[in-house]
């Protein structure tokens, strides 16, 4: 690496937080505008009021079942995941967390931020007694399919209707990763479409 390239690496961090500081909340509103314009947004298709976007955020950290992280590029909130913890009520389903809300700003891709926000997600479950991860994807977010595929998600099936867009509709990927390995004979240890599947 030379000279030139060495000071124009970017820092990268990623961390969960339970509170905003500074900027935080404003960077993570203009990271998701940004996002959801680029059509790799979170569910909303057009960016919402900032009054709603900020207290949406704020709602985020309200829930007790989510944990917010936050990834940052040299210093500026850059995009954000979460990670989904089974409710109360959902004894059958206490060992499985679901990644959810998952993106990063056009202008901070292509420096590996993506890839730490999941593992950092991933990390969180395994430490919290997770078993299973659960996701779901757009057809179209083809960058976010690598990562999970390079990060050893297993997709398990598709959705042609998933999502529709401006009156065209797009199919949507489910992945799953086990966090810990099956044992041979582990029941859901099945092969695809020997069984049903709850979400």
Known sequence: MSATESRHAPTLSVEQVTSFRGAQLHELCEAAEEAIVDGGGFGWLTP???PTMESYWKGVLLVPERALFLGSLDGTVAGSAQLLHPSPNQEGQRHCGSLTTFFVAP???GHGLALQ????VEAAAREAGLKVLNLDVRETQTRAIEIYGQLGFTCWGSHPRYVCVDGRWFAGRYYYKDLEPLEAGTPGDETPGSGSRGR
């Open 48 to 50: 919402p009021p900032r």
């Open 107 to 109: 202008w901070a891709r």
């Open 117 to 120: 926000l999941v593992q950092a």
